[in-house]
Nanobody, 124 residues
Framework: QVQLEESGGGLVQAGGSLRLSCAAS????????VGWFRQAPGKDREFVAG????????AYADAVKGRFTISRGSAGNTVDLQMYNLKPEDTAVYYC?????????????????WGQGTQVTVSS
């Protein structure tokens, strides 16, 4: 079983950048597909980006494609989300999640493990 902890959230102006990190404990991410999700007030949790443990397979939500990049740390126990050109509509609590399947899926229910979330606020 893997435990997840997010870090790196904060307040940033529109057009700025942030890097979120998801750290694993208990196990490494070597056999987990990792997804980043976000939830804005009053809205459902939505998929942002995902990376398969099977290698070379990533996916992004259309709203963040070209602005966000997901990557794995070389030690295998972190997965980062680099966010550029942030917009006020990116404001949300960001969660990382993990699943043992190799596919990057966008369904919240398909992920077995979740972190507590980190707040990202983008001011206009």
């Amino acid at each position: 079983q893997v435990q997840l902890e997010e870090s790196g959230g904060g307040l940033v102006q529109a057009g700025g950048s942030l890097r979120l990190s998801c750290a694993a404990s208990g196990r490494t991410f070597s056999t987990y597909t990792v997804g980043w999700f976000r939830q804005a007030p009053g809205k459902d949790r939505e998929f942002v980006a995902g990376d398969s443990w099977s290698g070379g397979r990533t996916a992004y939500a259309d709203a963040v494609k070209g602005r966000f990049t997901i990557s794995r740390g070389s030690a295998g126990n972190t997965v980062d989300l680099q966010m550029y050109n942030l917009k006020p509509e990116d404001t949300a609590v960001y969660y990382c999640a993990a699943r043992t399947g190799a596919l990057v899926v966008r369904n919240v229910a398909s992920y077995d493990y979740w972190g507590q979330g980190t707040q990202v606020t983008v001011s206009s």
